[in-house]
């Protein structure tokens, strides 16, 4: 089971105003390198402002899990297709791609448009285990 439970606090080395909404996490897997390594500890913002599209973000997944860690939770940019009709509009296609293309998107149709949930956005990548320079816990 993923642990989303608070762990502590840490200190960051980094030149951005700290928000309330903001926190750390560490993201395991290759499936977002080379811009997130393995094991980096990355700073997030929620909730997501503005658009999502083209914005790493975390995502949960109520109904299947990240095929690379069969985890639940999961780190991908976002994309959507929107369709519009006299009701408004709705996601007919949510793509959650991978930037390592050795890994396939997560892709969810209009059908599975309640199965998600976006819990926040990258802000900036503060390192992986071999370099903890911006990072103490």
Not at 1 to 22: A, F, I, N
Not at 39 to 68: H, M, N, Y
Not at 91 to 109: A, G, K, M
Request: charged letters at 30%; a negative charge.
């Amino acid at each position: 089971m993923q642990s989303v439970e608070p762990e502590g606090w840490v200190r960051l080395d980094t030149g951005r105003k700290l928000q309330p909404g903001m926190f750390v996490a560490q993201v395991v897997g290759k499936s977002m390198e080379p811009r997130i390594p393995d094991a980096a500890w990355c700073l997030f913002r929620s909730p997501v402002i503005g658009t999502r599209r083209g914005k790493v973000v975390i995502v949960q997944l109520r109904d299947q899990v990240d095929p690379e860690t069969g985890e639940r939770y999961t780190v991908k940019r976002y994309e959507s297709e929107k369709t519009v009709n006299e009701e408004g509009w709705r996601h007919s296609r949510i793509v959650l791609r991978p930037d390592n293309h050795d890994f396939e998107p997560i892709v969810l149709t209009e059908a599975d448009e309640g199965t998600l949930q976006v819990i926040a956005e990258l802000v900036e990548v503060l390192g992986s285990p071999r370099d903890e320079s911006k990072l103490s816990l």
